[in-house]
């Protein structure tokens, strides 16, 4: 089964870029459709973007729509979430996530495989 790292948070000031990483391993890497998730302090998790097994195809929440690209490199088995314009909003754990379905899907719920978190705090 898949396991997943991840890696590249920080801290940034409002206005300022960070971009995440997820390193998978022990899995066939292009048969899970991949996720990024997000959990701030006293909050519900929630889906941030998703993106499909080839890559062609991407799901974004609106609150990151246009500030945060996701994308994927199969050959290195690496997930990518590219975040611009930080709001103090951001401000949360994030977390890589794989799925074995095809399609799709904002809900963790459909995501069998977690990381375990990396810290993103963005200044104001």
């Known amino acids: 089964q898949v396991q997943l790292g991840e890696f590249g948070g920080g801290l940034v000031q409002a206005g300022g870029s960070l971009r995440l990483s997820c390193a998978a391993s022990g899995g066939t890497f292009n048969t899970y459709t991949m996720g990024w998730f997000r959990q701030a302090p006293g909050k519900y998790r929630e889906f941030v973007a998703g993106?499909?097994?080839?890559?062609?195809?991407?799901l974004y929440a609106d609150s990151v729509k246009g500030r945060f690209t996701i994308s994927r490199d199969n050959a290195e088995n690496t997930v990518y979430l590219q975040m611009n314009s930080l709001k103090p909003e951001d401000t949360a754990v994030y977390f890589c996530?794989?799925?074995?379905?095809?399609?799709?899907?904002?809900?963790?719920?459909?995501?069998?495989?977690w990381g375990q978190g990396t810290q993103v705090t963005v200044s104001s």
């Open positions: 993106v499909s097994r080839s890559g062609s195809s991407t």
């Open positions: 996530a794989a799925s074995r379905w095809a399609s799709l899907y904002r809900a963790g719920s459909e995501y069998g495989y």
